[in-house]
């Protein structure tokens, strides 16, 4: 994926964050929560996460960022 489909599927968000619980309709199916807890529980998920609730939510912006950086051609 190229930087233009990653700002194209953060334009579409219509939030400033991104739920744990909805990484999978994010991503169109490609990761899932899981694949984000696990991430998260080895230091290695998203940074600036936060509670609401009892929901794990992660800022668009650093998702995203996050996604770059595991995203490979």
């Not at 739920?19 to 694949?35: D, H, I, Y």
């Not at 080895?42 to 912006?61: A, D, I, L, S």
Request: hydrophobic content about 30%.
């Amino acid at each position: 994926m190229d930087t233009k489909t990653f700002r194209e599927m953060a334009e579409k968000w219509p939030s400033t964050v991104v739920a744990r619980g909805q990484v999978k309709t994010f991503t169109g199916g490609a990761l899932s929560g899981k694949t984000v807890a696990n991430a998260d529980s080895q230091g290695n998920g998203p940074e600036g996460r936060f509670k609401v609730g009892r929901q794990t939510v992660y800022p668009v912006t650093n998702f995203i960022s996050w996604l770059e950086k595991r995203c490979s051609n």
